[in-house]
């Protein structure tokens, strides 16, 4: 994960996140456990160890990419005006024009 210390140390989560934004395509929204569990995932792609541990540090670095306007955090299928207000179900997407 990125550091002070070190800023050339890439963060896998917000890698990940963006990957899958991206991936998805404008108007397109995922889950934050498609993210959780890629990231837990094995060699086919599937989850192989528990996820859900993740999703704390999942939903906590998108709220930042969201802050620094890097995508979008949507809830019920509406952008979210304070990403570190959100409660309950949301969804990420490209950051909202």
Do not use: N
Not at 68 to 85: C, S
Not at 87 to 92: A, E, F, P, S, T
């Amino acid at each position: 994960m990125s550091s002070a210390t070190d800023p050339e140390s890439p963060d896998p989560i917000a890698a990940a996140i963006l990957d899958h934004v991206a991936a998805r395509g404008p108007g397109k929204t995922l889950c934050p456990s498609e993210v959780a569990k890629a990231l837990a995932g094995g060699p086919d792609g599937g989850p192989t160890g528990d996820w859900r541990p993740l999703m704390k540090p999942v939903r906590a670095t998108a709220i930042a990419l969201a802050r620094a306007g890097r995508i979008g955090i949507y809830r019920k299928g509406k952008p979210v005006a304070d990403p570190g207000a959100v409660k309950g179900v949301i969804r990420l997407g490209t950051a909202p024009e």
